[in-house]
T-cell receptor, first 111, second 116 residues
Framework: SQQGEEDPQALSIQEGENATMNCSYK?????LQWYRQNSGRGLVHLIL?????REKHSGRLRVTLDTSKKSSSLLITASRAADTASYFC???????????FGTGTRLKVLA | DTGVSQNPRHKITKRGQNVTFRCDPI?????LYWYRQTLGQGPEFLTY????????KSRLLSDRFSAERPKGSFSTLEIQRTEQGDSAMYLC??????????????FGPGTRLTVL
């Protein structure tokens, strides 16, 4: 079963705009990771945020984590056509190394 | 490039046949994961190894599936008596587990299985 659920399922924006996608999960976690998948490169790790962290930045990416609401958001600023991909969150329920991926957000950035 | 490699990249088989996939992780990585992904879905956890020990196995994994990681290096995933529902992309990932074990996973390109 899928622990995480991304929202929205699909998102279409213009190049230069910001894209925000959300992830909700069900159980307590050790950390949450975001991955990108496109047909050319497969699954690529973007960013990891630990359960005791609230916000993390990496280049044009900003991730927030709210453990009280069991949710996370991924913000991509100044989007580019190359950001077109599916984005997944992955969580490891506490006490396991069994990463559970969400259903993904399909992002399309229009040039 | 010393990333995660998987072989074969594509496999077409007839229902009832056995298939075996191989994954070669990044050499210094001690953790290895197998996932299955179907169209429009996220990767679904199958099993996880820490070195040669299989520590987690999904309850969704039927007895027809078995995985090994001899000597803690490469891993194989075997599916016996394949069914059409086994058609999917099988992904392997590896990571370097340290204290706390919060390391990113590096994924291979996957093996696409089609069961006719």
């Amino acid at each position: 079963s899928q622990q995480g659920e991304e929202d929205p399922q699909a998102l279409s924006i213009q190049e230069g705009e910001n894209a925000t996608m959300n992830c909700s999960y069900k159980t307590s976690i050790n950390n949450l990771q975001w991955y990108r998948q496109n047909s050319g490169r497969g699954l690529v790790h973007l960013i990891l945020i630990r359960s005791n962290e609230r916000e993390k930045h990496s280049g044009r990416l900003r991730v927030t984590l709210d453990t009280s609401k069991k949710s996370s958001s991924l913000l991509i600023t100044a989007s580019r056509a190359a950001d077109t991909a599916s984005y997944f969150c992955a969580t490891d329920p506490s006490g396991t190394y069994k990463y559970i991926f969400g259903t993904g957000t399909r992002l399309k950035v229009l040039a | 490039d010393t990333g995660v490699s998987q072989n074969p990249r594509h496999k077409i088989t007839k229902r009832g046949q056995n298939v075996t996939f191989r994954c070669d992780p990044i050499s210094e990585h001690n953790r290895l994961y197998w996932y299955r992904q179907t169209l429009g879905q996220g990767p679904e956890f199958l099993t996880y190894f820490q070195n040669e020990a299989q520590l987690e196995k999904s309850r969704l994994l039927s007895d027809r599936f078995s995985a090994e990681r001899p000597k803690g290096s490469f891993s194989t995933l075997e599916i016996q008596r394949t069914e059409q529902g086994d058609s999917a992309m099988y992904l392997c990932a590896s990571s370097l587990g340290g204290p706390g074990g919060y390391n990113e996973q590096f994924f291979g390109p996957g093996t696409r299985l089609t069961v006719l």
